[in-house]
């Protein structure tokens, strides 16, 4: 996304000094700001017509709940990146969120550098949690696959086939390791790496990374 320039970020939060104050920060850190919202309505219909590269996601907004907003969104685009920016620490929140299609979580106590670093690695696909709450994301995903929905569905497609790099990749993601982290380790580009994930998201048809982790976890992937 950054080789196209900046990264498009919009905002959206029913709170407008809070708002404006997120907004000029990212704006003097170099993204650029293409829309914000106060509404989930008009969150879901600027988003749309903006086509931002991460939405800065508040969840408690009117007329339309973030969550909705977030599943909406993704649903239209599922490429886009949503960091959610909450007030909420609390775990049913969180887990919600990222159901819905959030990439990251960030409280709204983090400082302005941690949210400018957690815009830039969402942007690039990188699951972004205050700490902490990746720990619960995780155990979370973890308890899905210890109880897994039945699948003896006849008509369920088989596994889609990866190469064994892609399955290489998918187990350093599923260990929470960066892309950077994850082309160093396999001696490859940054690019490679990028280019293995999405090839891995669109065999497999999921959305993000997080999806992905998740995915991998629930075949164990993580520890091998």
């Given at each position: 996304m950054s080789d196209k320039g900046p990264i498009k970020v919009m905002v959206v939060d029913d709170h407008p000094m809070w708002r404006d104050a997120v907004a000029r920060d990212l704006a003097e850190?170099?993204?650029d700001v293409v829309a914000t919202a106060g509404d989930g309505d008009q969150a879901v219909?600027?988003?749309?017509a903006a086509d931002p590269d991460v939405l800065v996601l508040d969840l408690n907004l009117p007329v339309k709940p973030g969550v909705q907003v977030c599943k909406e969104l993704v649903g239209h685009n599922p490429a886009l990146r949503v960091l959610v920016l909450s007030a909420s620490g609390e775990h049913a929140d969180v887990l919600e969120a990222v159901k819905s299609g959030a990439t990251g979580y960030l409280l709204k106590s983090a400082s302005t550098e941690e949210l400018l670093d957690a815009?830039?690695?969402?942007?690039?696909?990188d699951p972004v949690f205050t700490p902490g709450l990746a720990g619960l994301v995780l155990g979370e995903y973890r308890r899905l696959a210890?109880?897994?929905?039945p699948t003896t569905d006849p008509d369920q497609p088989r596994a889609p086939q990866l190469t064994?790099?892609?399955t290489?990749?998918?187990?350093?993601?599923a260990k929470g390791l960066s892309y950077k982290q994850i082309a160093?380790?396999?001696?490859?580009?940054?690019?490679t790496v990028q280019n293995h994930v999405q090839n891995t998201l669109g065999k497999l048809q999921l959305h993000n990374r997080v999806?992905?982790?998740r995915y991998a976890i629930e075949r164990g992937l993580d520890d091998e």
């Open positions: 850190s170099g993204f219909r600027r988003a749309k815009v830039r690695r969402t942007a690039v696909g210890t109880d897994p929905a064994e790099r892609e290489e990749v998918l187990r350093l993601v160093e380790r396999l001696v490859i580009s940054h690019r999806e992905l982790v």
